[in-house]
């Protein structure tokens, strides 16, 4: 079995494991019907745990270890992060459940000082940061600058800072996510169209950055070209374009199910009743 080399990040999954687990049990005074509490909130604690689960497996697995023996692995984390653990955390809708276990009077002072008292500015930067265009610009700009060839290797030489852009994957990549699937009670203000534009949009600016891998005539990145040896004995530029094809594969699959599930959803839109369209809209 696989000894957990990182104690801080298992501590910390299994706190939001247990705090969400705590937070979305509802109250008895407010019961639902047996078919909601019995389908749509499990789902979504699903999604929530295996999210948790794909962080530690992209965190601290073996796949961890062999991150830094092969660009490809590293990658693949990244991967795993960005476009598996992310939507899969957001689809959880963790807001409420973190929420409801804190105490009352604490809440309700937050509450106060969000609406119009000395946290009004952070209010106002978090409606900034969480428009759709806001979230878009993060999460790609997010993974630009840190595939800059001297900055993705001083996360290989420097934990603290490995740390953070791993940190910074799971909050983009959750902020852009919200703006793609149902994570109550935030919603999505991008109607199908627009949602369909801002995935494949933001598709195509990761697959121009595995272009640039998969072109490139040499190694880009010192911290793995100056490896003497790599597990399968493979090149340094033959390392660099497999992890091209996992921005280009693996990387794609949410994606892909994002954009035919949305295409599905605004069909099936339009072939609804013009009293039911009118009903929805209304809504």
Request: aromatic share 12%.
């Amino acid at each position: 079995m696989y000894p957990f080399k990182e104690p801080v990040l298992f501590a910390s999954l299994v706190v939001a494991a247990l705090w969400y687990a705590r937070g979305s049990r509802r109250p008895r005074l407010y019961p639902l019907p047996k078919r909601r509490r019995g389908h749509v909130p499990k789902a979504r604690e699903a999604c929530f745990y295996v999210g948790l689960l794909i962080v530690a497996v992209a965190l601290d697995s073996p796949l961890d270890d062999l991150a830094n023996k092969l660009f490809w692995a590293h990658m693949l984390q990244h991967v795993l992060l960005l476009t598996a653990a992310a939507p899969l955390i957001a689809l959880g809708a963790p807001w409420l459940p973190f929420w409801r276990p804190l105490p009352l009077r604490f809440r309700r002072r937050v509450a106060h000082a969000f609406a119009g008292g000395v946290l009004s500015p952070v209010r106002r930067a978090a409606v900034f940061i969480g428009a759709p265009m806001s979230a878009w610009l993060l999460f790609n700009v997010d993974i630009a600058v840190w595939h800059i060839p001297s900055l993705y290797d001083l996360t290989v030489r420097n934990g603290g800072v490995h740390y953070l852009e791993h940190i910074s994957f799971i909050v983009f990549g959750v902020l852009f996510w919200v703006h793609v699937v149902d994570s109550p009670p935030l919603h999505a203000r991008l109607n199908r169209v627009r949602q369909l534009v801002y995935l494949v949009l933001a598709a195509t600016a990761s697959w121009l950055l595995a272009v640039v891998l998969a072109v490139a005539p040499r190694p880009l990145y010192g911290a793995y070209a100056s490896l003497h040896h790599r597990p399968g004995g493979i090149t340094a530029l033959a390392d660099q374009q497999l992890a091209a094809g996992m921005m280009l594969g693996p990387g794609s699959i949410a994606f892909a199910i994002a954009v035919f599930y949305g295409i599905y959803a605004w069909l099936g839109a339009d072939e609804r009743p013009p009293s039911a369209r009118l009903a929805v809209r209304q809504g």
